[in-house]
Nanobody
Framework: QVQLVESGGGLVQAGGSLRLSCVVS????????MGWYRQAPGKQRELVAIITRGGNTNYADSVKGRFTISRDNAKKTMFLQMNSLKPEDTGDYSC?????????????????WGQGTQVTVSS
């Protein structure tokens, strides 16, 4: 079964750091664009950062200069290094990926989501 599993969330004081990981498991043929999203209580989910298969990145303005997204294609893993954390970074962080899988006797790209990992930044 193909799935994304996040880890690395937790409680940290403002100014601290956390490193999130997202591991792809199951039978896949490739991984295209991957990304991190977050949802704070009472708010809509928002894009934090994305990274293409070739390593091109894009960040939300609110995290530029503080967060770094990266990936290890050989290990089917994506990371989010979060530094200088602020209380407004609190939320449920989910990873997203376009995975090339076999489905209905075809090979196609399918979007997958992880279950999420909670990040709480105290002031």
């Amino acid at each position: 079964q193909v799935q994304l599993v996040e880890s690395g969330g937790g409680l940290v004081q403002a100014g601290g750091s956390l490193r999130l990981s997202c591991v792809v498991s199951g039978m896949i043929y490739g991984i295209n664009t991957m990304g991190w999203y977050r949802q704070a209580p009472g708010k809509q989910r928002e894009l934090v950062a994305i990274i293409t298969r070739g390593g091109n990145t894009n960040y939300a303005d609110s995290v530029k200069g503080r967060f770094t997204i990266s990936r290890d294609n050989a290990k089917k893993t994506m990371f989010l290094q979060m530094n200088s954390l602020k209380p407004e970074d609190t939320g449920d962080y989910s990873c997203n990926a376009g995975l090339v899988v076999a489905m209905y006797d075809q090979v196609r790209e399918v979007e997958y989501w992880g279950q999420g990992t909670q990040v709480t930044v105290s002031s």
